[in-house]
DNA sequence: GGTGAAATCCTCGGGGG
DNA sequence: CCCCCGAGGATTTCACC
């Protein structure tokens, strides 16, 4: 799959504001407005372009407390493994999870209200899943950046 | 900030789909178009929903290696700290950055095509950083879930 | 890749509970 | 305050060049 300075232009700007319209959009690229269409449409039927999605300030819906947490299984056999990445992608509290090398064996990225939810989440949901051996928390001090897009 | 059950339930589907028409929403909703609309701008007008993006999936654009470092800084004068911030900010490979509590100062996640890319990261891009002291890195061995969605 | 037109959607004034 | 209707103007979408 190959992108012209074009298309890299045009998946930059979507990703930064996926609201403009077309016509915008063929301004910026000196383009017609059907030539937009069809680039979008391209990109979205290639699975370049997953999806269009709105982004909600954490603060402003009183999520403030960000905290990530290392976690090494007890045991690794195939259906604990899969037991547990399954139980933790119910967790709404956790918005990214990760399998990583090293010495633990998953990372996850944990939204809660404060550190008092952080302790009632690790507590009475996170550790309720079984085989979790040890585990290892930070926290989030400032979000220095934090950006959706990536550069093609 | 208060957000009844219908506020919530928008906020769930434009988080999951910003391109559904208001129709859709109204259908959804139980709601007419032009509640939705008003109900649409009031969120962006307070700043709940921030802006509008389009997600690439990485593995389509040649960004298949991700990989999280750990950093810590020799010295946390306020000025080589806001110096190494706004440096790490201007690289494109680094997609977040933490400031977290712990053994290390901050977090990174970066994004490149494989480990030579990452290599060539380390070697050439951020360990010209200043102020640097150790670096710990681990590398993204599956990813089991990632959302860009806050339950409200 | 461009033009033009139809279908659809966004947007807002006006009005009701 | 929150909701609905309706209409004008903008936008998306597509057949055709």
New interface residues.
């Given amino acids: ?1 190959t ?1 012209d300075a074009i298309d890299q232009k045009l ?1 930059h700007l ?6 403009q319209t077309n016509k915008e959009l063929s301004n910026k690229l000196n383009l017609s407005v059907t030539a937009v269409y069809e680039r979008i449409k391209k990109l979205e039927n ?13 603060e ?4 403030s407390f ?1 905290a ?1 947490c290392h976690i090494k299984l007890t045991q690794h056999a195939q259906d604990y493994v899969v037991k547990f ?1 399954k139980e ?2 119910n967790l ?11 010495d633990y064996d ?2 996850l990225k944990v ?1 809660v209200k404060d550190m008092e939810a952080f302790r009632e989440f690790m507590v009475n949901r996170l550790t309720k899943i079984n085989h979790i051996g040890s585990t290892h928390s ?15």
Same sequence: chains 1, 2.
């Fill in positions: 799959m992108f998946i979507l990703q930064r504001d996926s609201k290639q699975g370049v372009i997953s999806r269009y999605v709105a982004l909600v300030n954490k402003k819906v009183d999520k960000v990530f990445e933790v992608t709404q509290e956790v918005l990214e999870c990760y399998h990583i090398s090293g998953y990372l939204l930070m926290f989030m001090i400032n979000e220095v950046k934090h950006t959706t897009a990536i550069t093609v």
